[in-house]
């Protein structure tokens, strides 16, 4: 692990230092307390004991400062699994999956190929590269960006009640994102601000958690992360971040309230 790695690892939120500074002052003070309390007071050594352990776990916990998201099936229905098949005229997912080179979707999400590139290199077989017509997949992605079911409300209660958090896209896509903007306009809540395509990074590379946080200037114990696929939830966790594994709105917003407590008073 590099110092640096280590660096945001040990390094806590500016803002939380102060509170930890009174935490730990209060706590010089409990062996007094301990010593000279009696029954009429209302100490006791159980008592005193408990009290510890929940400043200690306070003391821990360091406010939520930046919230990523990622977006295909997470803020996005992804449209590969919404029939995408039948525009190249495959008759099944697994036949379309079969013909295809993944590594060229992978170089296209991180920015390494051009639209041209991707239609010469999409399928294994150079006789099925005539199958691929930009037009027709641009028509069928716009017409299947939408919403996960219920996710636009918990964005506009989080950006609506938490004014000092910052919340940003974390995901990996190509160029075509943009599409997907100016369908749902995503920014109005969250920036687009690490797409895999304009930072040459790809999750779960710990690489793009990294350039994330440095970016922002912020440690990794108060970013919350949330996708959909665990293998990215774990690369985040394993450098500091809180993690969500999205399944549904409602367990989102649950699973929210761990953070932001008032969201339990906010009907979505």
């Not at 036949?95 to 999409?122: H, I, M, Y």
């Not at 077989?125 to 996710?151: I, P, R």
């Not at 075509?176 to 969250?190: D, G, R, W």
Request: with cysteine; aromatic share 14%.
């Amino acid at each position: 692990m590099t110092p640096r790695l280590c660096l945001y690892l040990t390094t806590p939120c500016c803002h939380c230092f102060h509170l930890q500074k009174s935490l730990l002052q209060l706590k010089k003070s409990i062996p007094s307390i301990t010593k000279h309390s009696n029954l009429k007071s209302g100490y006791t050594t159980g008592n005193i004991r408990k009290a510890k352990v929940r400043m200690d776990q306070v003391s821990s916990q360091q406010p939520i400062r930046v919230v990523f998201f990622d977006v295909m099936d997470t803020l996005v229905k992804d449209p590969f699994h919404q029939g995408m098949y039948k525009v190249f005229g495959f008759q099944s997912f697994e036949e379309f999956v079969n013909a295809t080179d993944s590594q060229t979707w992978l170089d296209f999400e991180l920015g390494k190929l051009n639209e041209e590139q991707v239609a010469q290199n999409f399928f294994k077989s150079a006789t099925l590269a005539t199958q691929f017509d930009w037009k027709l997949l641009k028509e069928f992605l716009w017409d299947h960006y939408v919403w996960m079911e219920g996710v636009e409300f918990v964005l506009k209660a989080l950006q609506e009640g938490q004014k000092t958090v910052q919340f940003h896209v974390l995901s990996n896509y190509p160029p075509l994102y943009k599409m997907i903007e100016e369908k749902l306009q995503i920014s109005k809540y969250v920036k687009w601000s690490f797409v895999s395509c304009d930072i040459g990074l790809r999750k779960p590379d710990w690489k793009i958690f990294q350039f994330a946080v440095e970016t922002l200037g912020v440690s990794p114990q108060c970013c919350l992360f949330v996708d959909d696929r665990k293998v990215n939830c774990d690369a985040a966790k394993q450098l500091g971040f809180h993690t969500i594994h999205f399944q549904d709105s409602q367990k989102l917003k649950k699973q929210l309230t761990t953070y932001f407590q008032w969201l339990n008073c906010h009907e979505i």
